[in-house]
């Protein structure tokens, strides 16, 4: 699972939002949740957004997307979780 989030993150940086979506969208984890939240919230489409958020149990951010970007993958990077 953490192979997979990370890779939808470097994705997504890459510049292939669908690609990293496609990843997220399927798995059940709040990690893969908070990814899905931040993608819509990038698109955007802020109450997909909301949603997601909600079910990652965080907030909306009101700072940039790089930062988020940072903080998902310094959460998930450090955290014991199977591939």
């Known amino acids: ?3 997979k989030l990370l ?3 470097h994705i997504e940086k890459e510049g292939d939002w669908d690609k ?3 990843i ?3 798995l059940e984890h709040e990690y893969a949740y908070w990814i899905h939240a931040y993608l819509h919230r990038k698109e955007p ?3 997909n ?3 997601w958020y909600s079910r990652a149990g965080k907030p909306m951010p009101e ?3 790089e930062k988020e970007w940072k903080e998902i993958y310094t959460t998930i990077s450090k955290k014991k ?3």
Request: glycine content about 8%; overall charge negative.
């Open 24 to 26: 997220v969208q399927v």
């Open 45 to 47: 489409d802020l109450s």
């Open 1 to 3: 699972m953490k192979e």
């Open 63 to 65: 700072y940039g997307y």
């Open 7 to 9: 890779q939808a993150l």
């Open 49 to 51: 957004a909301y949603y």
């Open 20 to 22: 990293a979506h496609e």
């Open 81 to 83: 979780m199977g591939n």
